[in-house]
């Protein structure tokens, strides 16, 4: 049975938004899939779909012969997750990892659209980028996450830099130097490597099973925190629903910035994309930072950030005067893999194989 995507993403919305706020509180009974159904006026097929999202994101748990029930919890986030990670570490990620897997879109592919590019926009394609990416590019990762991410950004609000490390280095040039960054630990090293070669401080906050430790969170000093909930490297921890809003209850406490780090989770098996914690608070405080070196190839340094509407004027006035480290034809040739709809078949491909795994 095909499934009727707007209603069954409109119920899994509406009963998260009542975990959160508490309507449903952690360890208590969501209603029967029967009974929701008639509630909303759906088939219970489509209740069981929002209810696979659900648990797919870590709100509920199915319990054999007895129902679902809740797991998120926001009371006293310090205490709940302590006790999950506070003796225990973090298994190591598979030697398999995905980050060392070839899901590269085929040099042919990229051959075809390059010839395409240069066919269509000729002379432009010599034309300066402004520093922070073209405008068609902007509108183009902007009308992506849109449709692909459920992320609704002004263009404006995007960067475009030759990679992830080019773009913290922005990052520090904006925010500064005089504050602490903190980072998970263990992490991937080039994370620490590039803060620390821009001269600032960065504390390692010890990472438990479901993201960093809350102990070791509330406790530190630092006034960004660089984090990557989807899948950490190399302990392959993923972030809980409940660890990604302590996150951003931490942030509006501490009056901090959050840098998300995205990296790869394109490529997750779920039949949806993940929840990002830019999403969740609509990237009020935080910053998003993905690359399509992972999904596009290993050839390919673009990476891009999107940032809170607040901080384009203070981008702006700091980094006015670089140039874009991205050449202006490889935006058009990215932007037109997307356009041309090869992007995402590629990314639906590699997702599929994912999920045909035993």
């Known amino acids: ?26 360890n208590s009974k969501l209603p029967s899939k029967r009974t929701m159904a008639d509630e909303y006026g759906v088939s219970v097929i489509t209740i069981e779909h929002a209810y696979e999202l659900l648990m797919e994101e870590g709100y509920i748990v199915a319990k054999e012969k007895s129902g679902y029930y809740i797991i ?11 006790e999950r990670t506070g003796t225990e570490e ?53 009308a992506y996450l849109h449709r692909s991410r459920r992320i609704d950004i002004d263009p404006k609000r995007v960067i475009i830099g030759s990679g992830a490390e080019n773009l913290y280095r922005m990052i520090v040039n ?56 989807y899948r950490s490297y190399p302990s392959g921890v993923t972030a809980s629903a409940s660890k990604k809003h302590e996150y951003l209850k931490w942030c509006n406490e501490k009056h901090a910035i ?23 608070n609509h990237g009020k405080n935080v910053i998003y930072v993905n690359t399509f070196t992972k999904t596009i190839g290993s050839f390919i340094r673009v990476a891009y950030m999107v940032i809170p509407e607040n901080l384009i004027e203070l981008f702006n006035e700091k980094l006015n005067f670089c140039s874009c480290s991205v050449p202006t034809p490889e935006q058009y ?20 194989r994912k999920r045909e795994r035993p």
């Open 258 to 280: 959050i840098i998300e780090d995205d990296f790869e989770s394109e490529f997750s098996p779920s039949r949806r994309p993940e929840e990002t914690v830019f999403y969740l």
């Open 72 to 82: 998120y919890s926001t009371d006293n986030f310090f205490e709940v997750a302590s």
């Open 90 to 142: 973090p298994e190591p990620v598979s030697k398999r990892s995905d980050r060392f897997e070839n899901n590269e879109i085929s040099f042919l592919q990229y051959a075809r659209m390059t010839r395409r590019v240069l066919s269509i926009y000729g002379e432009k394609l010599t034309e300066r980028s402004p520093w922070y990416g073209t405008e068609h590019f902007r509108k183009v990762i902007a």
């Open 174 to 229: 904006v925010l500064g130097r005089d504050i602490v960054y903190g980072i998970e630990n263990p992490s991937y090293e080039k994370i620490a490597y590039v803060y620390k070669s821009e001269g600032v401080r960065c504390r390692q906050l010890k990472l438990g099973n479901d993201g960093i430790d809350s102990g070791a969170l509330w406790k530190a000093e630092v006034g960004a925190l660089h984090i990557t909930p």
């Open 333 to 352: 040739i990215i932007s037109e893999l997307i356009e041309s709809g090869e992007f995402e078949r590629h990314i639906n491909r590699v997702r599929r």
């Open 1 to 26: 049975m095909k499934k009727n995507k707007s209603k069954y993403l409109s119920i899994y919305e509406r009963v998260r938004d009542d975990i959160v706020s508490g309507v449903f509180p952690k």
